[in-house]
């Protein structure tokens, strides 16, 4: 993997970057869609692509589980698998098999969980987590790290820290070659002693880049743009950075104000099976019964395959109807927003308008009204609420 | 509505026919994919118009309880709401009330029904079962008419009957313009001398084409082709014949050659939606274990999408997945498959060779091996099982 530099911006820490990967290139800031079993939901790759998206992600845990790393490489790996023959990412698992904390086992080894599909016992190690990605055939591969919950102590982030980076040092080992590219993962709670103590441990192992794990995980967005401005700078400057499971539109542009350049959320996509579609104006839930007869588009003047061609009222409609042409078309918006977003951001990077951007943006967003559910948060089927990272 | 017949088979009565609605034209014999809640599951209407679907249909019965055909006319119509400016026919309700029979009362008057969405209280005329389609303004409108349940005996299904033409007398009288066209429906269960009761009746009151309807509804095929032989000729040679619910496709082609010009049946899209998929040799379940890791497509040569780009075992990982792509990619090789099935079937009568095609299909498919459910029966929630058509 090859990350350039393509422009600074004067203002801010903002980059404007291109990555080459065996698979292709994407530019930076990047949104990334999640693609957990092996299928962005309901989107259909040349969608995918049409719509701007680059590089996407799939979930390690899933996907050994069910149908299996072996299986998938014997069957060519995983971009020929689900037909995407771009930029793709995995993830370790880690997180997975932690937010279901209550099935989980770890030691110093590695951790021992149960399958939430069939409950069977399986133990993943750091050289089993790069073995798993290795297989899979991804260009880019994220090291196991073990993701400290919050609220934790300082003593806590301190030993969960000190365990990501013994397991980041034992993934390096295993895996040294440069593709597919491997990411350290830098932990450390909302410690700015232990964010900082992460990054000089992960730069002295060195790794093709670098994310920030354990943010957007119940922390206020104050926590955690702090927790984004003191740790990004601090990272190589000329290596991708990358913060794991965040965000709302508003969320990323700060992260990018700060030199971030990779973002992974679900929020656009499961924003959209739910009916809550984004726009410039903020979110709105389609089936407010003031959109019963409403002809317009979700935004007027949104080029989306959904707004081109179908009113609010249909889709409302759909919603309540519970039809599998709701996911799509709200998933078609959504992720059509996100791309679109990024893509006027890097626009504006490149033209050095990044400020203006972002005032147009905060003029004219509204956070929702009603309360919001923190999207980390869901709930097992048993009901009862874990934290779940928004990446599942 | 305008039907011309094209070409007349020499060694069956199959006909190629072309149809010219206000909203375009659609060939004859056609599939009509069913749209039931204003959405073809899964499909855009771009999509379906790629694989060949010319003209597709809606329920009345739901588009009335939700979201209202007075509100689809004040937003422009059905074909407007769901972006589907193509021949477009809707029924009437009646089979869906019908079906519900633990819910409807029936009078000479109407029928009595509670919404299944909300128990609300509902009485449907045949001057209100017309007056709803006008509202949806569909090109192709059906008659309110009684299904007669299966078995019934020869005085059940006459009174029936009796039910079924002072109805179809009522809705011509409310509806004498020729757009859309008004299609009268054939009951008499399977008693051939009611069958030819209702052909009269209907013939002498005249309507713009004419549907045989009670059939699929638990009888043997052999039952249902009789009958279709039997009633099929009867009709007027120059107007359309429209099987409603069926079917399979040696089904179609048996009524084909009887004369029949139109098909609707949820088959191919609940099928797809269920991992079972059409190919020559018959259908195949993609949950089958041998598929796990099977490299090739569904059916290997078939131009459709799915088959171009996915192997078995990825369609089988979605299936169990429960993803909605699997729902999505099964759907577009089934319909293609029912489309070009079709397709393949009017060349060969324009080309006089419709009997070699029937000796192909006959020498390749073979039924399935598991005992075949009946697609006409199915549960509500609570588990009894009904009889509904395979059309809702």
Known sequence: MQFEILKKDDKSRARLGRCRTAHGVFHTPAFIPVGTQATV?????????????????????????????????RLGGLHRFMHWEHPLLTDS???QIFSLKALAKVSEEGVEFHSHLDGSRHFITPEKAIAIQEALGADIIMCLDECTPYPASHEEAERSLQRTLSWSRRCREVHRSFDPALFGIVQG???????????????????????????????????????????????PENLPRYVMGVGMPGDMLEAVREGVDMFDCVLPTRNARNGMLFTRSGRMTIKNAKYAEDPSPVEPGCPCYTCRNYSRAYLRHLHFAEE???????????????????QEMRAAIAEDRLDEFRQDF????????????????????????ISLSARI
Chains 1, 2 share one sequence.
Do not use: C
């Open 41 to 73: 939901k309901t989107m259909t790759p040349e969608e995918l692509r049409d719509m701007g998206a680059e590089i996407i992600l799939s979930n390690t845990y899933h996907l050994y589980l069910r149908p299996g790393h072996e299986r998938i490489r």
């Open 324 to 342: 599998i042409l709701s996911f799509r078309l709200n998933t078609i918006h959504n992720l059509h927003f996100y791309l679109a977003f990024m």
């Open 93 to 95: 698992g880690g997180f």
């Open 189 to 235: 709670g909302m410690y700015s002693d232990l964010r900082q103590k992460a990054v000089e441990v992960l730069t002295e192992i060195g790794f093709d880049g670098y994310a920030l794990g354990g943010l957007s995980v119940g922390e206020d967005k104050e926590t955690m743009v702090r927790v984004i401005g003191e740790t990004a700078p601090l990272l």
């Open 362 to 385: 905060n003029s004219r967003w509204k956070p929702t009204v009603e309360p919001e559910r923190n999207p980390n948060l869901t709930s097992l089927p048993t009901g009862k609420r």
